[in-house]
T-cell receptor
């Protein structure tokens, strides 16, 4: 069965520090990979997606993620974060079987 | 106006009440979804509609009853709920159910509390 694991439930960082949110998936077939962000009291918004091609994908607000097939990972990175990036981040995987599976989320807390 | 609008934003209901959640999308999408978001748990897909036809029902109790009268509107009718049904209910839409690469567009959710 396919699954998505977000390795950290909470990530506290100081403003302007770099951040990496980790995501691993299990799938024996080709997948599409997504990162969504949920700000307080809002729904989820698409941050970036990997469908094919270059393994480094860029999204909104300068976020980027790298698809690593051998490691089955899709970690999200940002070189420098702002307090406004405090939110919950969800990794999601869609496979050819037609299922979109979300991880449990990582709460990013940016402190001044 | 936002792409996907959900009403109400907050709802408190007793276990014997009947209420409905409403979702409307202005994006011209063909697929609509209901998700349940509980604390510390992954999003749970409840129902999927594609071109107004229900294509997925993930073992959701019958006290939740979806309705999709047209491709722009989706309802979730609630009756005799349990306290464990308290959660954030999110509506989403996508361009096409078949093409999995099409991202989901979410509403801001309805925060439901069952007393």
């Amino acid at each position: 069965a396919q699954s998505v694991t977000q390795l950290d439930s909470q990530v506290p960082v100081f403003e302007e520090a770099p951040v990496e949110l980790r995501c691993n998936y299990s799938s024996s077939v080709s997948v599409y990979l997504f990162w969504y962000v949920q700000y307080p009291n809002q729904g989820l918004q698409l941050l970036l997606k990997y469908l094919s091609g270059s393994t480094l994908v860029k999204g909104i607000n300068g976020f980027e993620a790298e698809f690593n097939k051998s490691q089955t990972s899709f970690h999200l990175r940002k070189p420098s974060v702002h307090i406004s990036y405090t939110a919950e981040y969800f990794c999601a995987v869609y496979n050819q079987g037609g299922k979109l599976i979300f991880g449990q989320g990582t709460e990013l807390s940016v402190k001044p | 106006e936002t792409g996907v609008t959900q009403t109400p934003r907050h709802l408190v209901m007793g276990m014997t009440n009947k209420k409905s959640l409403k979702c409307e999308q202005h994006l011209g999408h063909n697929a609509m979804y209901w998700y349940k978001q509980s604390a510390k748990k992954p999003l749970e897909l409840m129902f999927v509609y594609s071109l107004e036809e229900r294509v997925e029902n993930n073992s959701v109790p019958s006290r939740f009853s979806p309705e999709c009268p047209n491709s722009s509107h989706l309802f979730l009718h609630l009756h005799t709920l349990q306290p464990e049904d308290s959660a954030l209910y999110l509506c989403a839409s996508s361009q096409d159910r078949i093409q999995g690469w099409a991202p989901l567009h979410f509403g801001n959710g309805t925060r439901l509390t069952v007393t």
